[in-house]
């Protein structure tokens, strides 16, 4: 009993960081129609961010954060003007195989900039974990929960209650009566990217001093979103929310009481249950998809 | 004139052991074979569908280890073993068809990795059969036993080569074949536009699910090639990356011709040698990245169509 609280709980710490990575990814796909493919990258972006930080420039944790966050959205924004704003147009499966050029290319500059060993990021917290009843948590990770959570509620606040939230949604759901409206569209486009990737680098620099940074460290990440936007339904937000928890629970369980060779399968098999079952995701009412 | 250019073209390359005469180069005209098929197979699900495969690196990987665990483990004749290794991922390819072909775009896409992520999980976790990420060591040889002569082992890259020439040949025939042939017009018309195809009666699934089978069972063969010719399987036959240069040597190439893929697989095992003499592995990832965006802005079509039919297509 104490072991299953134990799972449940580190399940949901792990789920928050899901969610905060399935965020970004929905909110691209959703508005912008584009499969993020290099969505990873920008996580793994992200933890280097934080690590060149703290360690080449001695820059304080707390501020080290959004910094890493800066580079991301900055890093976004470049690839949303450079490569994406060009391919306006063309068809989804271009864009898709344009992404999967920026995952490699990106991943390989990563690869050749930091090399292959895995670096560790020092944080500011105790390692002697906080006890609680028969339940034992970490002050790094309570910290990584909090920040996920108020993150996506942020960016919840944003797209619902804000003027630029507003002029996003309009903009992709009408491009041109948005345009007649007074709102920038192609610079909408150019923000919204750069928000998803913002997003990405977040939980990238949250998650660097829990594990290990590494180049490769985006395509786990990036398995981890796409299962996260599936389970919630492609571009449903609240959905993505939930769907980066029950993923988190689902690993911790399945590495805790199957077998942890396979923790990482869980996020493929429920891609793969998801969309042969329930395609437009656990959340949504029917629709049609494809 | 265009038959007389591919005859000599094929003489060119039958008689490239004899001058190819450093092994090394011999054995980067083999794997470009290998990788040739690959690039045909994902071709007839990526051109001549519209279907993107990223799992393409899963039924290579099948291939592979079904010759090298049935030759290895059982001491099957590896005659029996490339057998296997194309009809396993076949019948493998038609259950992943028969489920995923009910999605398109993002949706098949996703399916098709994170069919190949458990495959590759499996082959690491599963010890007891496939000793796990240590490999599968002392494949055998091919070998041609022919009644009444001395056995003849193609151990030697120059006979090797041969075997993997014809399965490039047989290969594209196969391809050749499909695509002029009623199911071929059936895949174009799909892709071209699938609710037009429905209503002239194509049955979408039932063509889509041939492709994938046809495309499964020869990405399996290079896979029983492969393992054939390295006479060692691991799990980094599961590799991603093989399922990337997959993709970039039939988009490079050009997607929905025959003899595209050949030419993107010729052209991205070679190039990558020449290239290693003066780079390193990762700078070659990170050009592989690069070219992909590179063509797909300024080439779409692929290398192939943009030299040979200029203006032919609007």
Redesign the interface.
């Known amino acids: 009993m104490e072991q299953l609280l134990q799972h449940l709980l580190n399940g949901l710490l792990l789920g928050a960081t899901y969610s905060l990575l399935g965020v970004g990814l929905t909110l691209v796909?959703g508005l912008m129609n584009v499969?993020n493919f290099a969505h990873g990258e920008f996580y793994t972006l992200g933890a280097y961010a934080v690590f060149a930080a703290l360690v080449g420039a001695s820059v304080d944790f707390f501020l080290a954060i959004p910094l890493a966050v800066a580079v991301g959205a900055a890093a976004g924004a470049v690839c949303e003007r450079c490569?994406l704003r060009?391919?306006r147009g063309e068809s989804?499966?271009?864009v898709?195989?344009?992404m999967?050029?920026?995952?490699?290319?990106?991943?390989?500059?990563e690869?050749?900039g930091w090399g292959g060993v895995a670096k560790s990021v020092p944080a500011p917290f105790p390692t002697r974990p906080v006890v609680v009843g028969h339940v034992s948590v970490s002050p790094l990770r309570i910290f990584v929960f909090v920040v996920s959570g108020l993150l996506i509620l942020g960016a919840h606040l944003l797209l619902a209650r804000t003027k630029l939230g507003r002029a996003m949604r309009a903009t992709f759901q009408d491009r041109e009566t948005a345009a007649l409206m007074g709102v920038s569209v192609e610079r909408i486009h150019t923000i919204t990217f750069a928000f998803g990737a913002g997003l990405a680098a977040a939980a990238g620099a949250l998650l660097g001093p829990v594990f290990l940074v590494y180049p490769s460290m985006g395509?786990l990440a990036s398995?981890k979103a796409?299962s996260v936007v599936?389970l919630g339904g492609?571009g449903n937000f609240a959905g993505a929310a939930l769907g980066g928890l029950v993923l988190g629970v689902a690993e911790e369980l399945g590495a805790g009481y199957v077998?942890s060779?396979?923790r990482?399968?869980v996020?493929?098999?429920i891609?793969?249950a998801v969309?042969?079952l329930r395609?437009s995701g656990l959340f949504a009412r029917a629709e049609r998809?494809? | 004139m265009k038959r007389l250019a591919v005859g000599a073209l094929l003489a060119v390359a039958a008689a490239a052991p004899a001058w190819v005469w450093n092994p090394y180069h011999l054995h980067t005209l083999i794997m470009a074979g290998i990788f040739a098929v690959l690039a045909l197979s994902l071709n007839l699900l990526l051109g001549y569908t519209g279907q993107l495969s990223l799992g393409h690196a899963a039924f290579f990987g099948i291939g592979a280890y079904a010759t090298g665990l049935l030759t290895v483990k059982l001491e099957w004749s590896p005659w029996l073993g490339l057998l296997t290794a194309a009809a396993l991922p076949a019948a493998t390819g038609w259950i992943i068809g028969r489920l995923a072909l009910k999605l398109r775009g993002a949706y098949f896409v996703l399916l098709t990795i994170s069919f190949a992520g458990v495959v590759s999980l499996v082959s690491v976790n599963w010890m007891d059969l496939t000793n796990g990420p240590l490999g599968l060591p002392g494949v055998p040889p091919v070998e041609i036993g022919l009644p009444g002569l001395h056995v003849l082992s193609l151990r030697t890259k120059g006979a090797y080569y041969y075997l993997v020439l014809a399965a490039v040949l047989g290969c594209y025939l196969v391809c050749l074949a499909l695509i002029r042939s009623r199911i071929g017009r059936a895949l174009i018309a799909l892709r071209e536009n699938e609710a037009l195809a429905e209503s002239v009666g194509i049955d979408s699934t039932h063509y889509l699910v041939l492709a994938a089978v046809i495309s499964a069972a020869m990405a399996g063969l290079a896979g029983g090639l492969y393992a054939h010719y390295t006479r060692f399987v691991s799990p980094e036959v599961f590799l991603f990356s093989y399922t990337v240069t997959m993709v970039i040597m039939v988009v490079a190439g050009g997607k929905g011709t025959l003899a595209g893929p050949i030419v993107g697989a010729v052209i991205f095992t070679v190039l990558p040698e020449v290239l290693r003499a003066l780079t390193s592995w990762q700078w070659q990832m990170l050009l592989y990245g690069i070219l992909l965006i590179a063509i797909l802005f300024f080439m779409p079509r692929g290398i192939v169509p943009t030299l040979f039919d200029r203006g032919r297509r609007g």
């Open positions: 796909f499969v490569l060009p391919l989804i499966d271009t898709m195989l344009v999967i050029g920026v995952w490699i290319a990106m991943q390989n500059a690869l050749l395509d398995l796409f599936i492609l077998s060779g396979y990482d399968a996020g493929f098999l891609i793969v969309l042969l395609p998809v494809g």
